[in-house]
C-alpha cells in the first residue's frame, strides 16, 4: 500500500518570503500522479498543484512550484511571494495512474483514489 | 454554478441516528468518492464510485451505506450513528485528474 508522510506539522514565513513544503512517499509503482491540496479556515479542499510521475520537468503554477525527486520518492512544494491568503493546511497526496480515471481493484492495488499526507499547518506573518 | 455540492453542510446529531449526506456534481465526471476527515485533519478514503457501481470500499463499517442512483449523485447514509463518527465528510468527482472536493458536511455527533 502507498503511504504519504509530510514530517513537517507546522511551518510559518514572513509575508514575501519562500517557504518549502515537504512531501516523501513510498510505493513500489513506476506510474502515478501526486498533488498539492491547500484547505484554509474555510475548509474547502483546492488543488494547489499536480505532478505526472513520467514528467521530469517540476510542475509550476504562478508562485506554486514542485521540485519532483522520482528516485528519492520526494515532492516538495515551494511557496515563492509568500502571501496572506497563503495560511493553510496544505495537503500532499497521492493517485495510481491505473488503467482509468476512476478506478478499480486489482491486486490488491486500489486505482483513483487519494492517498494524503499528515498536513502541514502553514502561517504567513505580515 | 458550484461544481460539486454537498448538502447539508453542518450535521448535529445524537448517537444512535440515522442521518444522510446529498452529493452531486455538474462536472459530467463518471466518478465519484467520499472521503472522512478525522478530528486530527487525516483524510482516507471511504468510497469510490464509477458509473454507479462500487469500486472502492476502503473497509468502512456496514452502517455507511452509498447509494448511487446515477452517476451525477453519491450520496451517504449512515445508520446507528456512533461519536466516533463525528468528522467532516467530503465528496468528490473526477473524469481523470484531478478530483474535485465539494465544501465538505460537518457531522457533529452528541
Known amino acids: 500500500a502507498q503511504t504519504v508522510t509530510q514530517s513537517q506539522p507546522e511551518m510559518s514565513v514572513q509575508e514575501a518570503e519562500t517557504v518549502t513544503l515537504s512531501c516523501t512517499y513510498d510505493?513500489?509503482?513506476?506510474?502515478?500522479?501526486l498533488f498539492w491540496y491547500k484547505q484554509p479556515p474555510s475548509r474547502q479542499m483546492i488543488l494547489v498543484i499536480r505532478q505526472e510521475a513520467y514528467k521530469q520537468q517540476n510542475a509550476t503554477e504562478n508562485r506554486f512550484s514542485v521540485n519532483f525527486q522520482k528516485a528519492a520518492k520526494s515532492f516538495s512544494l515551494k511557496i515563492s511571494d509568500s502571501q496572506l491568503g497563503d495560511a493553510a493546511m496544505y495537503f500532499c497526496a497521492y493517485r495510481s495512474a491505473g488503467a482509468s480515471s476512476g478506478s478499480r481493484t486489482a491486486g490488491g492495488t486500489s486505482y483513483g483514489k487519494l492517498t494524503f499526507g499528515q498536513g502541514t499547518i502553514l502561517t504567513v506573518h505580515p | 454554478d458550484t461544481a460539486v455540492s454537498q448538502t447539508p453542510k453542518y450535521l448535529v446529531t445524537q448517537m444512535g441516528n440515522d442521518k444522510s449526506i446529498k452529493c452531486e456534481q455538474n462536472l459530467g465526471h463518471d466518478t465519484m468518492y467520499w472521503y472522512k476527515q478525522d478530528s486530527k485533519k487525516f483524510l482516507k478514503i471511504m468510497f469510490s464510485y464509477n458509473n454507479k457501481e462500487l469500486i472502492i470500499n476502503e473497509t468502512v463499517p456496514n452502517r455507511f451505506s452509498p447509494k448511487s442512483p446515477d452517476k451525477a449523485h453519491l450520496n451517504l447514509h449512515i445508520n446507528s450513528l456512533e461519536l466516533g463518527d463525528s468528522a467532516v465528510y467530503f465528496c468528490?468527482?473526477?473524469?481523470?485528474?484531478?478530483?474535485?472536493f465539494g465544501d465538505g458536511t460537518r457531522l457533529s455527533i452528541l
Open positions: 468528490a468527482s473526477s473524469h481523470g485528474q484531478p478530483q474535485h
Open positions: 510505493t513500489s509503482e513506476s506510474d502515478y500522479y
